[in-house]
């Protein structure tokens, strides 16, 4: 990571600046347009939302990266519930990524996590990326998706030995990503700079 980017806590001044940035950064990557800036936006009111770990990267006076953490549980066939913390969105300026800004909002966040005595982050994302810092299947550890699937890139940090033992079952996130509603959306990003919105290859409208 540059010596120019410091890491901090977002401040609620922060707010308008890293909901851009985080569409910034995801504006037509996986759909035409995106949802993770709404998604941020509504998860900072959700009783899962972690400020604590909401880390933001810093050049100067510009945020260049952001790292969101709310709280999951996994869920036992029979009822035992195990609070865990999944992270998501993950936000780099496009000017900045694969510059290790991400690297560092992971490794400093992950590190307090572990100081907190948290158990586990569950995530989805690309396994080659993630298995730098530790993230391995979940299904190792016997977590599966809420239908009891799985795919390689649900994956699962165990954050100190034996965190996970005896823990298995269905993985649930805060209610705040079962609300990206289409019309909730679009309201929120009217409030943005109007930006294109691409098909990508192979894509469906």
Known sequence: MSPAISLRLEEPNDYA??????????WNKYAPGCTEHYLLHILRESPGY???????????DQIVGSIVYSRCTVVADNGERW????????????????????????EHTTGLARERGERAVIICGAPAYYGRFGFCPSA?????????????????????????????????????FERLDSASVAAFDASF???IKLRLPGQLW
């Open 17 to 26: 600046e890293v909901e851009n940035l985080t569409r910034e950064a995801f």
């Open 50 to 60: 972690i400020p604590d770990l909401h880390f933001v990267a810093a050049m100067g």
């Open 83 to 106: 609070p865990m913390l999944t992270f998501g969105p993950i936000s780099v300026w496009p000017e900045h990524q694969r510059q290790g800004v991400g690297s560092a909002l992971i």
């Open 140 to 176: 190792r550890y016997g977590i599966t998706m809420p239908d009891g699937g799985s795919f390689d890139a649900f994956q699962t940090l165990e954050l100190y030995p034996g965190a996970l033992s005896g823990v298995n079952g269905r993985y649930y996130q805060d209610e705040a």
């Open 193 to 195: 700079p109007p930006k």
